[in-house]
């Protein structure tokens, strides 16, 4: 999906990070508002991200002051990597 977002030019440098590209730091700040939401697995923001491995996803995730990954988190990314379906078929029901 694309998604275009127009900012008035006034108001683009405050919101956007210095020196980051302007799509990169959208699609970063929606990945990490459904992670803080949990709205998205740890799995899924890897992949949505193109972040290669946990150990840099985790230093990711701690740079945005995300650090509430819990027991059940991680049981619901095993799951969600082990039965994807299954997993999606009940987020959908819940």
Do not use: N, W
């Amino acid at each position: 999906m694309e998604i275009t977002v127009t900012l008035p030019d006034d108001l683009a440098a405050p919101l956007l990070p210095p020196g980051q590209e302007p799509a990169r730091a959208v699609l970063e700040a929606i990945a990490l508002e459904a992670i803080r939401q949990r709205r998205i697995t740890a799995y899924q923001l890897r992949t949505l991200l193109g972040i290669p491995s946990r150990c840099e996803l985790d230093r990711f995730l701690r740079e945005h002051q995300v650090e509430k990954y819990t027991a059940e988190d991680f049981e619901h990314d095993l799951a969600t990597i082990r039965h994807p379906e299954e997993v999606r078929e009940a987020e959908r029901r819940a």
